[in-house]
Every structure is written in structure tokens, then in C-alpha cells.
């Protein structure tokens, strides 16, 4: 079995939008079960999950709904813009 550790560089927005992302479609609805079949698939789905929110600090701010919002604007491709460099963690290029 393979002990290695793979590190996954996301930029803050994107940690806080998949955070999101996952948590409403694991608890919130089953969305998420819906497409998940295979029982290996949730191990570390729960592991990203459970890092994400370990580091985030939004998660518990009462202004979640504005702050999240905001990030997702920020990551949103602007509409003339047909890069994809917004989707990009700065620093991986």
C-alpha cells in the first residue's frame, strides 16, 4: 500500500467554494451520494472535506453567505476573459 502523502494547492477562494460545495452535497442533500457509488471513493472525500474545514476560518464567520459569494465571483471567469487563469492557484505556473 502506497503511504504517500499528495499535496493539493488551492488558493483560499477555491478551498472555501469546494468547501461549500461539498458540504451541501454530502449533508445538506444527497447529491453527492447520488454520483458517489463506489464506497473507496468516500475516504477521501471525507479526508478533503474534513481538511477544508480544519483550515477555514469562513466556515464560521456570520458573514458566510457575502463572503462565500465573493469568492465564487472571483472565480468566475469574467466574460470576455477566455483563459482559464482565474481557475488556476497562483504560484503553480
Known amino acids: 500500500m502506497d503511504d504517500e502523502?499528495?499535496?493539493i494547492r488551492l488558493t483560499r477562494d477555491q478551498a472555501f467554494v469546494l468547501s461549500d460545495w461539498l458540504y451541501r452535497g454530502?449533508?445538506?442533500?444527497?447529491?453527492l451520494a447520488k454520483i458517489v457509488?463506489?464506497?473507496a471513493v468516500w475516504s477521501?472525500?471525507?479526508?478533503?472535506?474534513?481538511?477544508?474545514?480544519?483550515?477555514?476560518?469562513?466556515?464560521?464567520?456570520?458573514?458566510y453567505?457575502?463572503?462565500?459569494?465573493?469568492a465564487k465571483s472571483?472565480?468566475?471567469?469574467?466574460?470576455?476573459?477566455?483563459?482559464?487563469a482565474r481557475t488556476e492557484p497562483k504560484g503553480t505556473g
Do not use: Y
Open 5 to 7: 502523502t499528495v499535496i
Open 44 to 63: 477521501p472525500i471525507h479526508a478533503i472535506s474534513g481538511a477544508l474545514d480544519k483550515t477555514l476560518t469562513e466556515i464560521f464567520m456570520g458573514d
Open 26 to 31: 454530502m449533508f445538506v442533500s444527497d447529491d
Open 74 to 84: 472571483r472565480l468566475r471567469p469574467e466574460p470576455d476573459d477566455d483563459s482559464e
Open 65 to 70: 453567505d457575502t463572503r462565500l459569494e465573493a
Open 37 to 39: 457509488h463506489d464506497p
